[in-house]
């Protein structure tokens, strides 16, 4: 069983940053993948950015040049660092880690961005 525990979510104006962690803990395959996805009222949960094992990275268009991608392999942390939010950036962040065919995903954590 893995648990994934979200932290850094917050109310930021726009233009602003914020920094999201995600802690994985549990009986972690070391070939894995782990993202981030979010979902906004109202609109289906969505990939903002993940990162392989090797370091591999991919983000959505919406964020590319704006949000980066990070992990820790020996801590099982991965972090997104958002700036120049926008108001369209507002949803919940997921945290999700797959392997082997499996996924787990973290309660989520609230990003709003004010104009």
């Known amino acids: 069983q893995v648990q994934l525990v979200e932290s850094g979510g917050g109310l930021v104006q726009a233009g602003g940053s914020l920094r999201l962690s995600c802690s994985a803990s549990g009986n972690i395959f070391s070939i894995n993948v782990m993202g981030w996805y979010r979902q906004a009222p109202g609109f289906k949960r969505e990939l903002v950015a993940g990162?392989?094992?090797?370091?591999?990275?991919n983000y959505a268009d919406s964020v590319k040049g704006r949000f980066t991608i990070s992990r820790d392999i020996a801590k099982n942390t991965v972090s997104l660092q958002m700036n120049s939010l926008k108001p369209e950036d507002t949803a919940v962040y997921y945290c999700k880690l797959s392997t082997r065919g499996m996924e787990w995903w973290g309660r989520g954590t609230q990003v709003t961005v004010s104009s």
């Open positions: 990162i392989s094992s090797g370091g591999n990275t």
